[in-house]
């Protein structure tokens, strides 16, 4: 079955995009670097074109989360995302808090936030999914990384550990690389 015609519970787990090493007002205010401003809006496109489709968005409240919000999703409902400030400084028990709290009738949870805890959180619900996509995911989780998680569970509330299949993985390699010769197909 392909991935956008899943019916169950579905998570999209997202890096932000590229950052510039320091901002002007400490860490929370930093900005996306030109490459991940490219980089989420390539993202977007590929989300699209796969039918990856949040009904909501649990977003960091840093200012590259929302950036990478933005370039992804330029004409996405604002009704649809809650800006979470625990997703900026918070711990992997914290992002899978968020995730129980979400209402039922929301069938596609994106949430946008921060390394290392959304690279652990893949890991910590993922037990299973296609051998290159797990092989994948122990390469790290570099900006931009997309995770699709089919859940094991018909409440939110009930998300549990390692039952989950990791359905899809994709980074900016993936979905916005440069053209030249070198880049093998």
């Known amino acids: 079955m392909p991935s956008s015609e899943f019916k169950g519970k579905r998570l999209f787990l997202l890096r932000h995009a590229m950052a510039l090493s320091q901002?002007?007002?400490g860490d929370v205010n930093r900005l996306l670097a030109p490459k991940g401003v490219e980089d989420a809006q390539a993202l977007g496109h590929m989300m699209?074109?796969?039918g990856y489709v949040p009904d909501v968005v649990l977003c960091s409240s840093a200012v590259r989360t929302r950036q990478t919000l933005a370039g992804a999703f330029p004409e996405l409902d604002t009704a649809k995302v809650r800006f979470i400030d625990i997703l900026y400084n918070g711990?992997?028990?914290?992002?899978l808090y968020e995730i129980q709290k979400i209402d039922?009738?929301?069938?596609?949870?994106?949430?946008?936030?921060?390394n290392?805890?959304?690279y652990e959180l893949v890991i910590l619900l993922a037990a299973q999914g296609h051998d290159s996509v797990m092989q994948r995911l122990s390469e790290g989780y570099s900006p931009a990384s997309l995770s699709v998680i089919h859940c094991a569970c018909d409440k939110w509330?009930?998300?549990q550990p390692a039952v989950n299949a990791l359905d899809?993985?994709?980074?900016?390699?993936?979905?916005?690389?440069p053209a030249r010769p070198t880049r093998w197909m």
């Open 23 to 25: 901002g002007n007002d």
């Open 48 to 50: 699209a074109h796969k």
């Open 91 to 95: 711990s992997v028990g914290d992002y």
């Open 104 to 114: 039922n009738t929301h069938q596609n949870i994106l949430m946008i936030a921060h």
């Open 116 to 118: 290392p805890c959304i």
């Open 157 to 159: 509330a009930d998300i």
């Open 168 to 177: 899809h993985l994709s980074n900016p390699m993936d979905y916005n690389a």
